[in-house]
């Protein structure tokens, strides 16, 4: 079978501290950002192959020797809510759900001190089994990938035949008490863009919250062409012709959605425009790859390597101020509309969203 292979980006070994930086021990950055939400990256694995993020034949997965233990990674967690402010844990892939122990990784980092939110992405497949289960461990809310409500359809986008084990996925977790329970939609010119308001009134049917996020250039084919992407106007405009939509007037702070009322409420959908109105300006994010990288942006082409630490003989606070290092040099934005843009080496599988 062929494969691309990821691709790693340059690695910054031990970042240069900057004597400038405060003696703060938060992730803070020169432009007044602090990080307290860790995107946490558990496997580059996926059991679907969707067309805007990898080849039908798949990927050159990660050699098992290079992903974080699990007792490396809760070292790590432990260090990012202990010593350096983080009070948000999102477990990412890949596919999450392929992670084993899962349930115990989030049983003990919800043991933490603070005790930190943790939620989790997925694309559902295995979740109906699992919500339950997920959900007594310590999740508190979750999203669920899902761009098309047309079987045949998911089968296209995602090269597998699987929406019902999706929406089984999102009734057990709405069932589990999970709330709210989230729906990720990405939309593509000229395949499922007529679906807007049809997923729409799908997730204000069944009590979900619907997230429609621009198609990003994080695929492995690194096809991605800014003129081929549903942009979030044009998004509002779709769903202006079947709904009325408010700002729902909570404050946004760090959250990458917009969010509005439909029909004045209580539902609500939101619109992640990353790409065409970016809120780098109020990024609160800091993202760990499941190999042990720290990356201070999606869209970043370096990275801070904490495994090597961590298979060392570094101390806790050690790493910690490496973390707070690679973080306080975090650019003021992703670039994209810069006109030397490069997008980043690793597909957005092997980074975590």
């Known amino acids: ?15 240069e501290a900057d004597p400038s930086r405060p003696a703060d021990p938060r992730l803070v950055d020169t432009f007044g950002r602090v990080a307290t939400d860790l ?39 432990g260090i990012a809510v202990g010593r350096l402010g983080i009070r948000e844990l999102r477990f990412t892939g890949g596919e999450p759900l392929l992670r084993k ?27 109906a089994r699992r919500a339950a289960a997920l ?10 990938s899902l761009d098309t409500l047309r079987p045949e359809r998911f089968a296209s986008i995602t090269r597998r035949d699987r929406i019902s084990d999706v929406l089984d996925g999102l009734a057990a977790a709405r069932a589990a008490g999970l709330d709210p329970v989230k729906i990720n939609s990405v939309l593509l010119r000229g395949v499922n863009d007529d679906e807007a308001t049809d997923l729409l009134a799908f997730a204000v049917e069944h009590g979900y919250e619907l997230r429609f996020i621009e198609q990003m250039p994080l695929d492995a084919q690194h096809g991605w062409e ?21 700002p729902d007037g909570e404050a946004r702070g760090g959250a990458p959605a917009e969010r509005f009322l439909v029909d004045g409420g209580p539902a609500r959908v939101g619109v992640i425009a990353s790409v065409t109105r970016p809120f780098c300006g109020a990024c609160d994010r800091t993202r760990l790859t499941s190999d042990g990288q720290v990356r201070t942006c999606l869209f970043a082409r370096s990275e801070t390597d904490l495994r090597a630490l961590l298979r060392g003989s570094a101390s806790d606070e050690e790493i910690a101020d490496v973390w707070r290092t690679a973080m306080w ?9 810069d006109p030397g843009f490069l997008q980043p080496d690793r597909p957005m599988s092997a980074i975590g969203g």
């Open 329 to 337: 040099g975090k650019l003021a934005g992703h670039g994209i509309d």
């Open 1 to 15: 079978m062929n494969t691309i292979s990821l691709g790693l980006p340059a690695v910054r070994q031990t970042p």
């Open 39 to 77: 995107r946490i990256s558990l496997t580059d694995r996926c059991n679907l192959r969707c067309t805007y993020c990898m080849p039908a034949e798949g990927l050159e997965w990660m050699p098992r020797e290079e992903q974080l233990t699990d007792a490396e990674l809760l070292r790590l967690i």
């Open 101 to 127: 122990g899962l349930e115990e990784l989030v049983a003990a980092s919800a043991a933490l001190e603070p005790r930190p939110d943790i939620s989790l992405t997925t694309n559902g497949i295995g979740l």
């Open 226 to 246: 800014r003129s081929e992407m549903v942009t979030a106007g044009e998004i509002m405009e779709r769903l202006a012709t079947r709904f009325t939509l408010t």
């Open 135 to 144: 959900t007594a461990a310590g999740v508190n809310r979750l999203n669920v």
